[in-house]
């Protein structure tokens, strides 16, 4: 059985993404790793090639900025990244690049993969999720988060990236899937609040044409963390390759 594991990003370092995180977590599973990295402003690619690892495997994109309906951009972009893995594999394990698997999950998600490599019938790995919201210590818990998503998929290419890459669909039909007890750590809203509100300037291009851009996205200096409706403190710890992340922030904000 061999695993591909697949990603695509753009400014990982303007946008302080953990990608480099993010890939570290699942390398152990996976016999290779395609990134596809977009065009970008900031030496995303080089910060990724410094991992050195021969499993990772670049493609160079260039995002079509045209598509401002529904983050349809972010799907082809992640279709990119899965028509390039290899067609020896079974599986690919595809992350976004704020996305972060535990190492505690490592065996229980390879057990699972070798479960079902055989039953066709299985064409992804459902996943739980853990969204973290302003800080390290906070999870967001309401009704409006999604609590599951598929990660893992059949190397299968009618299986195509849905709507804004959020999940996975064959000729519109969601995949069958077996659920597995494993959790996606999403810190996708932990960034500083300047970084963080520059991805939101830039990233709701992506959904809203330019006029509802000029009427609901304020162009303020930083983030209004203070726009939740329910958290909940963390328990446990997190993913051993996040400490030094984690650690800079603690250090950045004197605590």
């Not at 300047?194 to 006029?211: G, I, L, P, V």
């Amino acid at each position: 059985m061999k695993i591909s594991g697949f990603t695509f990003v753009r400014n990982a370092i303007k946008y302080d993404y953990p990608v480099v995180e993010s890939i570290l977590s699942v390398l152990p599973l996976c016999n290779e790793f395609v990134v596809a990295v977009g065009n970008s402003e900031d030496g995303t690619r080089e910060l990724i090639a410094a991992i050195g690892s021969p499993k990772i495997r670049f493609i160079d994109t260039v995002w079509d900025d045209s598509l401002r309906e529904g983050g349809r951009v972010l799907a082809e972009e992640t279709n990119k990244a899965f028509d390039a893995i290899s067609p020896e594999s079974t599986w690919a394990f595809y992350l976004q690049a704020d996305e972060v698997i535990h190492e505690q999950y490592l065996e229980d998600i390879r057990c699972a993969m070798e479960r079902w490599k055989d039953d066709p019938e299985v064409e992804g790995l459902l996943f739980n999720y853990k969204h973290f919201w302003g800080s390290y210590g906070y999870i967001a818990d309401s009704h409006k988060w999604y609590r599951n998503e598929v990660r893992i998929i059949r190397n299968d290419k009618r299986i195509r990236s849905y709507r804004d890459a959020q999940g996975f669909r064959i000729n519109g039909r969601k995949l069958n899937v077996a659920r597995i007890n494993a959790s996606v750590y999403h810190y996708g809203w932990v960034k500083p609040p300047q970084a963080q509100q520059a991805k939101q300037e830039n990233f709701n291009r992506y959904w809203h044409d330019d006029s509802w851009m000029e009427k609901m996205v304020q162009k303020n200096e930083s983030y209004d963390y203070s726009i939740i409706d329910s958290l909940k403190p963390c328990t446990g710890n997190h993913p051993q390759v996040m400490k030094d992340r984690i650690s800079r922030q603690k250090m950045g904000s004197g605590l």
